[in-house]
C-alpha cells in the first residue's frame, strides 16, 4: 500500500501483524490508548514515523525500562542534529540486564572458544562479576565520565568488563586483539582511558597469537592508571615479563573485587538520558577513526525495540550472531540481554576447523535466531554444505544476514539446504547508529535479494541527488526523522562540525548514511553497497586509510589505493593498487612483504584479494584519491557519468580502471592470481 507523508508519496509494507507475537501485543495496546488501527505493518510504522514522541513512549512503557527518574519529555524538538531524547530520566543500561537476576534460570551468557571449551554465566554469576568488576573500577578511582577500553576477543570477558563500566558510569570502548599496536592506538588512544582490559592472546584458526608485546606496547601509548590482563591459550603476564610502572592487575582479581568489598544488588550510577555509553569508531576511510559516542537510553529503547519487537526474541531464546569487537554486531550480542535472551559469544574463526563450524554451534546450544553476513553464507554455499541435513536445527527459527548485500543464490541456498520455513531475513544499518534502519518484522516478506520494510521508528526513504523521495530507482538512504540511538556526538568535536559534515552535509537537517539503496514500490528494500569508500569484510568495516598507513612509504611503495567492491553477481573484491617508489621496482616479493605488514600491523582482514602495480594514482585536484568514483567504475558505472576529468589531477589514469572493470566481467568465473601484477 501506498500513504501519503510530508505531501509526498512513499511505500509501506502491507502485511497483517501475525497474532502471538510482541509486536501483536504492541500494537494492540497503541490501538487501545491512541484509538488507531495499527493492526497492519504500514500503518503501525507510519504511526512510529509520524508520531515519535508517542511512539518510543510507548516501547519504554511496553518493556518497563528502569529509570530512577522518569522523563519530562520524549522528544524536544525534531531537528536533525541535535534532537534530545527522554530528557529528565536518569536510568543505567546495566539495570536492564541485571533486572533478571534472581528470576531467570537459562543462561545469560555462553562463550565459546574455537577449540570447543564453553563456559556459562547464568544471570546471577553475571551479576556477581559485574559487580566484582565494578568494585574494581570503583576502588581505582573511576567515576562517570572516565574511559574504559577493551583489547578484547568476543567472549564473556569483554561483555562482563562493559557491563561493570557502564554500572559506575564510565565510558566502553573496544577493539579486537587481532588489530595491530597502531590500528589499536588510533582509535583507543583518543579516549585517554583510565583502564586498559587486554588479552594476552588469540586464538584464530587454530594458531595461537601472542598478544603480550602489544599489550604492552598498547599500555605505554595510552598511559593507563591500571591494566587488566586476560589470559588467552596459557599465556599470562608476569612481573618478570614486563617492567612497567603501571598497576597490572590479573582478570580473575578483578571480577573478585581486587580486595574491594563487593555490594549485592549492584548499585549502578544513575545518569542522564545522554551520558556516554559507549564510543564506537569509525572505519577511518579519510585519517583517524572518529569515536561515534551514543548515550544510554537511546541505545537501551532502540534495542529492546530491534531484540523485543522486530526480532520477536523472549525470555528464554538464545541469540547467536558471529561477529567480533570490532563490529557492532558485538554491541547487538550484548543488547540480547536486555530482554532476558540468552546471548551466545563465540571466539575464534567461523570456519575452523571445518567451514560447518557455525552451524554445529546452531545445534549444540538448541539456537533461536542465528546472525552472519552474507560472506559466511557464501563460504557454505560454495562448500556444498547441507545444514538442515546435517543438523538437528529444530529450535531455529530465523537467519540474519547484514553488513553487505545478500544475493538471490544465497535465499535459494537457504531454502534448499537450511530449510523452506527458516527465512533469510537481510538487514541493514550501521555503527553509526548501532542498529538498523531497515530490516525484517513478523509478518513482513521480501523477494530475494530484497530487505522487507523499514525498522518502526525509521523513517527511511531513497533520495536523489536532488533531495527527492524516489521509488525504484536506486538513491541515497536517508533518515527524515531523529532516532533515538543517533549519536550523541563525535569524540573531540566540541563544536559538532566534524559530526554535520558527516551525515547532514548533502541534505541538510536530513541524515544521509552513505548507503546505495533502492526504495520500491512494494514497501521493500535493496541495497547495493556503501555509497562511500569504507571497506568491508564479511561484514567488518575496514578503513582504508588504516592500510595506507602502513603501506605507503615502506617497501618501496610510495602511494597505494584500496577499493572494495561490490559486483553485480553478488562477489566482492578488494584490489590494492601499488605505485612505485622512484627508482624502485615491485615485484612479487614485495607484494608478499606487503600483504604480511597488512597481517601483521593490521590485522588478516586487511590484506587485499588482489595487488595491481600502477604508475600512479588518479587524485581531485585537491588531493583526494578518486575512491568512490572509481569503485563505481569496477562495479560497472560508465566513468563520464560518475566524475567530471576535469577535476581529476590526471585524467588519463582512468582508462586504466575502465579496461580493468571490462576484464572482470568477463572473468568473474575464472580462478584469479591473488598478486596480480599489471602495469599502466
Known amino acids: 500500500m501506498s500513504i501519503a507523508t510530508n505531501g509526498g508519496r512513499v511505500s509501506r509494507p502491507d502485511a497483517p501483524i501475525p497474532g502471538g507475537t510482541a509486536m501483536a501485543r504492541f500494537a494492540a495496546g497503541v490501538a487501545e490508548r491512541h484509538q488507531l488501527d495499527v493492526s497492519d505493518y504500514g500503518l503501525l510504522h507510519h504511526w512510529s514515523v509520524t508520531e515519535p514522541e508517542a511512539f518510543w513512549a510507548e516501547v519504554w512503557e511496553f518493556f518497563?525500562?528502569?529509570?530512577?527518574?522518569?522523563?519530562?519529555?520524549?522528544?524536544?524538538?525534531?531537528?536533525?542534529?541535535?534532537?534530545?531524547?527522554?530528557?529528565?530520566?536518569?536510568?543505567?543500561?546495566?539495570?536492564?540486564?541485571?533486572?533478571?537476576?534472581?528470576?531467570?534460570?537459562?543462561?545469560?551468557?555462553?562463550?565459546?572458544?574455537?577449540?570447543?571449551?564453553?563456559?556459562e554465566l547464568g544471570w546471577d554469576e553475571l551479576h556477581r562479576r559485574v559487580a566484582g568488576f565494578a568494585a574494581t573500577l570503583r576502588a581505582q578511582g573511576v567515576v562517570p565520565g572516565d574511559r574504559v577500553v577493551g583489547y578484547l576477543p568476543n567472549a564473556d570477558e569483554a561483555i562482563v568488563a562493559f557491563l561493570g563500566t557502564a554500572a559506575v558510569g564510565a565510558v566502553w570502548a573496544c577493539c579486537a586483539p587481532d588489530y595491530g599496536t597502531s590500528a589499536a592506538a588510533d582509535r583507543l588512544a583518543q579516549l585517554e582511558?583510565?583502564?586498559?582490559?587486554?588479552?594476552?592472546?588469540?586464538?584464530?584458526?587454530?594458531?595461537?597469537?601472542?598478544?603480550?608485546?602489544?599489550?604492552?606496547?598498547?599500555?605505554?601509548?595510552?598511559?593507563?592508571?591500571?591494566?587488566?590482563?586476560?589470559?588467552?591459550?596459557?599465556?599470562?603476564?608476569?612481573?618478570?615479563?614486563?617492567?612497567?610502572?603501571?598497576?597490572?592487575?590479573p582478570w580473575a582479581t578483578a571480577v573478585e573485587g581486587a580486595g574491594a568489598r563487593i555490594e549485592l544488588p549492584l548499585a549502578t550510577a544513575q545518569v542522564p538520558p545522554d551520558h556516554p555509553l559507549w564510543v564506537l569508531f569509525s572505519s577511518g576511510t579519510t585519517g583517524v577513526p572518529k569515536g561515534i559516542v551514543h548515550g544510554h537510553a537511546g541505545v537501551v529503547v532502540t534495542h529492546l525495540l530491534t531484540v523485543g519487537l522486530h526480532q520477536d526474541?523472549?525470555?528464554?531464546?538464545?541469540?547467536?550472531?558471529?561477529?567480533?569487537?570490532?563490529?557492532?554486531?558485538?554491541?547487538?550480542?550484548?543488547?540480547?540481554?536486555?530482554?532476558?535472551?540468552?546471548?551466545?559469544?563465540?571466539?575464534?574463526?567461523?570456519?575452523?576447523?571445518?567451514?560447518?563450524?557455525?552451524?554445529?554451534?546452531?545445534?549444540?546450544?538448541?539456537?533461536?535466531?542465528?546472525?552472519?553476513?552474507?560472506?559466511?553464507?557464501?563460504?557454505?554455499?560454495?562448500?556444498?554444505?547441507?545444514?538442515?541435513?546435517?543438523?538437528?536445527?529444530?529450535?531455529?527459527?530465523?537467519?540474519?544476514?547484514?553488513?553487505?548485500?545478500?544475493?538471490?543464490?544465497?535465499?535459494?541456498?537457504?531454502?534448499?539446504?537450511?530449510?523452506?520455513?527458516?527465512?533469510?531475513?537481510?538487514?541493514?544499518?550501521?555503527?553509526?547508529?548501532?542498529?538498523?534502519?531497515?530490516?525484517?518484522?513478523?509478518?513482513?516478506?521480501?523477494?530475494?535479494?530484497?530487505?522487507?520494510?523499514?525498522?518502526?521508528?525509521?523513517?527511511?526513504?531513497?533520495?536523489?541527488?536532488?533531495?527527492?523521495?524516489?521509488?525504484?530507482?536506486?538513491?541515497?538512504?536517508?533518515?527524515?526523522?531523529?532516532?533515538?540511538?543517533?549519536?550523541?556526538?563525535?569524540?573531540?568535536?566540541?563544536?559538532?562540525e566534524r559530526y554535520r559534515d558527516a551525515y547532514f552535509d548533502m541534505y541538510?537537517?536530513?541524515?544521509?548514511?552513505?548507503?546505495?539503496?533502492?526504495?520500491?514500490?512494494?514497501?521493500?528494500?535493496?541495497?547495493?553497497?556503501?555509497?562511500?569508500?569504507?571497506?568491508?569484510?564479511?561484514?567488518?568495516?575496514?578503513?582504508?586509510?588504516?592500510?595506507?598507513?602502513?603501506?605507503?612509504?615502506?617497501?618501496?611503495?610510495?602511494?597505494?589505493?584500496?577499493?572494495?567492491?561490490?559486483?553485480?553477481?553478488?562477489?566482492?573484491?578488494?584490489?590494492?593498487f601499488l605505485v612505485p617508489q622512484p627508482g624502485a621496482s615491485i615485484e612479487d616479493d614485495t607484494i608478499a612483504a606487503v600483504k604480511q605488514k597488512l597481517r601483521t600491523e593490521c590485522s588478516p582482514r586487511h590484506v587485499p584479494d588482489e595487488f595491481h602495480v600502477v604508475e600512479a594514482i588518479p587524485h581531485t585536484k585537491t588531493g583526494k584519491k578518486l575512491e568512490v568514483p572509481l569503485k563505481r567504475?569496477?562495479?560497472?558505472?560508465?566513468?563520464?557519468?560518475?566524475?567530471?576529468?576535469?577535476?581529476?589531477?590526471?585524467?588519463e589514469l582512468i582508462a586504466y580502471y575502465v579496461d580493468l572493470a571490462q576484464q572482470w566481467s568477463g572473468d568473474d568465473s575464472q580462478t584469479r592470481s591473488p598478486a596480480s601484477r599489471s602495469q599502466t
Open 64 to 119: 518497563g525500562v528502569v529509570a530512577s527518574c522518569p522523563f519530562d519529555a520524549v522528544l524536544d524538538s525534531r531537528r536533525m542534529p541535535g534532537a534530545r531524547w527522554f530528557d529528565g530520566a536518569r536510568l543505567n543500561y546495566v539495570d536492564q540486564v541485571l533486572r533478571h537476576a534472581g528470576r531467570l534460570t537459562t543462561p545469560a551468557v555462553v562463550a565459546i572458544l574455537e577449540d570447543g571449551t564453553r563456559r
Open 508 to 576: 541538510p537537517g536530513i541524515w544521509r548514511h552513505g548507503d546505495w539503496i533502492t526504495h520500491t514500490s512494494r514497501g521493500t528494500f535493496v541495497v547495493h553497497g556503501r555509497s562511500d569508500s569504507t571497506l568491508n569484510r564479511n561484514g567488518v568495516r575496514l578503513g582504508s586509510a588504516d592500510l595506507y598507513h602502513v603501506v605507503e612509504g615502506s617497501l618501496g611503495v610510495q602511494e597505494a589505493l584500496v577499493l572494495g567492491v561490490e559486483r553485480p553477481d553478488g562477489t566482492y573484491r578488494m584490489p590494492m
Open 313 to 496: 526474541l523472549r525470555e528464554g531464546d538464545t541469540l547467536f550472531w558471529y561477529t567480533t569487537t570490532n563490529w557492532m554486531l558485538w554491541n547487538v550480542v550484548v543488547g540480547a540481554l536486555l530482554a532476558g535472551v540468552t546471548t551466545i559469544a563465540y571466539e575464534g574463526s567461523p570456519v575452523h576447523p571445518t567451514v560447518d563450524r557455525l552451524w554445529s554451534i546452531v545445534e549444540q546450544e538448541q539456537v533461536t535466531q542465528i546472525g552472519t553476513s552474507p560472506g559466511l553464507l557464501q563460504l557454505a554455499s560454495s562448500a556444498g554444505l547441507r545444514p538442515g541435513e546435517d543438523h538437528d536445527l529444530g529450535s531455529l527459527d530465523q537467519i540474519m544476514a547484514t553488513g553487505a548485500p545478500v544475493s538471490e543464490a544465497l535465499h535459494e541456498w537457504v531454502r534448499d539446504a537450511v530449510s523452506p520455513d527458516v527465512p533469510l531475513v537481510s538487514t541493514s544499518g550501521g555503527t553509526d547508529v548501532v542498529s538498523s534502519f531497515v530490516g525484517g518484522a513478523p509478518g513482513l516478506h521480501a523477494g530475494p535479494g530484497e530487505i522487507p520494510g523499514p525498522v518502526l521508528g525509521v523513517a527511511a526513504e531513497a533520495f536523489d541527488e536532488h533531495g527527492t523521495a524516489v521509488l525504484d530507482v536506486v538513491g541515497e538512504l536517508v533518515v527524515t526523522v531523529p532516532m533515538p540511538s543517533m549519536p550523541v556526538r563525535f569524540w573531540n568535536d566540541p563544536d559538532g
Open 193 to 249: 582511558p583510565t583502564v586498559l582490559v587486554g588479552a594476552t592472546a588469540y586464538v584464530f584458526g587454530g594458531v595461537l597469537r601472542d598478544r603480550r608485546d602489544v599489550l604492552a606496547q598498547l599500555a605505554d601509548a595510552l598511559a593507563p592508571r591500571l591494566v587488566i590482563t586476560v589470559p588467552r591459550g596459557g599465556i599470562d603476564v608476569s612481573d618478570e615479563t614486563f617492567a612497567s610502572d603501571q598497576n597490572w592487575l
Open 633 to 651: 567504475i569496477l562495479q560497472g558505472a560508465d566513468a563520464r557519468a560518475v566524475l567530471s576529468t576535469g577535476a581529476v589531477d590526471r585524467p
